[in-house]
């Protein structure tokens, strides 16, 4: 009886104990559902949640990596640029350069676009 009251609560324990979920890399915020609201319907409530999602993911990162995901920062930074923001945009867009500098190549040229 003890055996089988012991093998119960150890099974209980490493069941309970499993069910976690487990934490992602990044903290999304929202951020897939924001963005394709904002493409399909390019409102000024959609670009302000997108808008929203962005600063909360550069802000407030509590994934496993505790840093901004790759390409947030230039999404970010363009769409400034687009809205007329360039020095803010240029801003973001060199953050996103010096967390993934393999993006380098291809975020560069956009900066030189804009920085003459």
């Known amino acids: 009886m003890k055996n089988k009251l012991l ?3 150890t099974a209980l324990i490493i069941g309970l104990t499993s069910c976690g979920t487990p934490r992602s890399l990044y ?3 929202n951020y897939d559902s924001n963005l394709y609201s904002y493409n399909k319907k390019r409102t000024e409530k959609e670009e302000k949640a997108l ?3 962005y600063e909360k993911i550069i ?5 496993i990596r505790n840093t901004i995901p ?3 920062c230039a ?3 363009f769409m400034l640029i687009e809205k007329g923001n360039i020095s803010e945009g240029i801003t973001y867009l060199k953050r996103e350069v010096a967390l993934y500098p393999e993006s380098s190549i291809f975020i560069n040229r956009i900066i030189a676009q804009y920085e003459n």
């Open 51 to 53: 808008v929203e999602a």
């Open 7 to 9: 093998i119960l609560a």
């Open 59 to 63: 802000n407030k990162q509590r994934g």
């Open 27 to 29: 903290s999304w915020y």
């Open 75 to 77: 999404e970010y930074g």
């Open 70 to 72: 790759p390409g947030i």
